[in-house]
């Protein structure tokens, strides 16, 4: 019963490296979130797909890129790590298409930039 | 004025206490209401969720919706140590693609 997986769980990266972060559901759901939790920020939306072949940008997509590489999987990439991209990573998804409707969250990717 | 206003906390209680966690919001638009926990290290749960409005009630927990309001509680009877987590409540719409989360309330349940 795995729910939402995500890879790695930890990282460390230099500023300007790159990085992929996994997602992977297992509830046949439509729908997948990035979200960034940091302290007194709360959960801020980066991206999120829909559907299948969709994706959106949420509150704060500036650094980030998306693939929904099928039903599955979301993943999510830094492409020139910032030390303000240091935060804890959750990949989220709903049974049904669209922003709005109860979420799943995995446990999150803790991801530090120096 | 932010969408869904919720208090941090910390919020301490001894066990076996009556619980009651709250969030105002602002939009009348919304139709899912839903209420997270978070243990510290791990990702939001979802604990439960009511369409529209009323109450729903899961073992312990009961969630309540007073949409006239604009009030939305999550209560937990018997509460044990190991309810002691971040609560996080939740509003959504479907129909203007909008989800938004509170801050969330630290509880801690001493033994």
């Known amino acids: 019963n795995a729910g939402v997986t995500q890879t790695p769980k930890f990282q460390v990266l230099k500023t300007g490296q790159s990085m992929t972060l996994q997602c992977a559901q297992d509830m046949n759901h439509n729908s997948m979130y990035w979200y960034r939790q940091d302290p007194g920020m709360g959960l801020r939306l980066i991206y999120y797909?829909?559907?299948?072949?969709?994706?959106d940008k949420g509150e704060v997509p500036n650094g980030y890129n998306v693939s929904r590489l099928n039903k599955r999987e979301f993943s999510l990439r830094l492409e020139s790590a910032a030390p303000s991209q240091t935060s804890v990573y959750f990949c989220?998804?709903?049974?049904?298409?669209?922003?709005?409707?109860?979420?799943?969250f995995g446990d999150g990717t803790r991801l530090s930039i120096l | 004025q932010k969408e869904v206003e919720q208090d941090p906390g910390p919020l301490s209680v001894p066990e076996g206490a009556i619980v009651s966690l709250n969030c105002t919001y602002s939009n009348s638009a919304f139709q899912y209401f839903m209420w997270y926990r978070q243990y510290s290290r791990k990702g939001p749960e979802l604990l439960m969720y009511t369409y529209s409005s009323g109450n729903k009630e899961d073992g312990r927990f009961t969630a309540q919706v007073d949409k006239s309001s604009k009030y939305i509680s999550l209560f937990i009877r018997d509460s044990q140590p190991s309810d002691s987590a971040t609560y996080l409540c939740?509003?959504?719409?479907?129909?203007?693609?909008?989800?938004?989360f509170g801050s969330g309330t630290r509880l801690s349940i001493r033994p």
């Open positions: 939740a509003i959504g719409s479907s129909s203007a693609s909008k989800i938004i």
């Open positions: 797909s829909a559907s299948e072949g969709t994706t």
């Open positions: 989220a998804s709903s049974e049904a298409g669209g922003l709005g409707q109860p979420q799943h």
